[in-house]
């Protein structure tokens, strides 16, 4: 039977490799339900550095509070094996991941990639199959109606509890998307790449086909729509956000210039530039 897990880390700030893991969780959990099968795993870490005021004002410790915690060279054996063979469901995995990656690189074990059997992102999956407006994890429980009374500050072990009991909600919305897409695909989304080059090919060529025709139609909407507001983007649908590492974006004035009434949570860290495209 495939395992399915969830995973939550805490840490020093925002830049792995520089900044450290001060906590680590994971649930084995039902998918369908969302429920914990009794398989978890939960350790504080030692940083080995101090904690900026800014990180601690989010999860509450301090260096002081795991000085004592062990090192994270020591609990890797037991970290991989659980991990080992799991689906392994994560909110905004690029960040868990890269952290735990840069902790693996220093003691020279390989990365969470090798050892999960899949790594899914429920964070992109909101953002990509969901018409929801703010996708942060405490948004996603009060669409879904998961309980986060106990979720005072942010925490590795209560932010996994939460994701368990988001993700089957979540999947639902998901495979309702995919039905719908697979209803006018002459193959299933994600279906096994093919033996030879010339068979992929013309895969290819018939996506690319769809793309074209669908592409087409939507900009007849949305022509409509410029024609109807003058130009004026009403709402993030009608326009596209694309963020990467960088310099500091100064969001109020991004806010007050061109997007005024717009949600940017999704977009907005302190370390963030940030292009938009009007459709």
């Known amino acids: 039977m495939e395992r399915h897990i969830v995973l939550d880390t805490e840490t020093t700030g925002t830049a792995p490799g520089v900044d450290r893991i001060i906590e680590i969780a994971a649930i084995d959990f039902d998918p369908e339900t969302g429920l914990p099968t009794g398989r ?16 601690t004002a989010v999860h509450g ?44 690189k220093k003691v020279r074990k ?14 992109a999956l909101s ?22 009374s106990k979720r005072t500050m942010h925490g590795a072990f209560i932010d996994c509890e939460m994701l368990a009991g988001v993700y089957p909600h979540l999947m639902r919305r998901v495979n309702e998307v995919r039905a719908k897409v ?56 009608l326009l596209t956000v694309k963020f990467t590492p960088g310099a500091r974006t100064d969001w109020e004035r991004v806010k007050k210039e061109h997007l005024e009434g717009v949600d940017l949570a999704p977009y907005q860290t302190s370390t963030s530039t940030m292009k938009v495209d009007f459709v």
């Open 110 to 123: 390989g990365t969470v990639e090798k050892r999960a059997m899949s790594i899914i992102d429920t964070l």
């Open 182 to 237: 697979n209803a006018i695909m002459p193959f299933p989304l994600d279906a096994p790449l093919l033996a030879s080059a010339e068979e992929n090919a013309r895969r290819s060529l018939e996506l690319h086909s769809i793309i074209k025709l669908l592409e087409g139609d939507r900009n007849r909407y949305l022509d409509a729509v410029k024609e109807q507001t003058g130009g004026v983007p009403l709402a993030t649908e």
């Open 40 to 55: 978890s795993y939960h350790t504080f870490l030692n940083p080995e550095r101090d904690i900026p005021a800014e990180a």
């Open 61 to 104: 410790k301090t260096w002081d509070d795991l000085k004592g915690e062990p090192l994270f060279k020591d609990v890797v054996p037991e970290l991989l094996a659980y991990l080992e063979g799991a689906h392994t469901v994560i909110h905004n995995a690029p960040f868990d991941v890269g952290h735990l990656n840069a902790e693996l």
């Open 127 to 148: 953002r990509r199959h969901t018409d929801a407006q703010k996708h942060d994890l405490d948004s996603l429980c009060d669409r879904y109606g998961v309980d986060r």
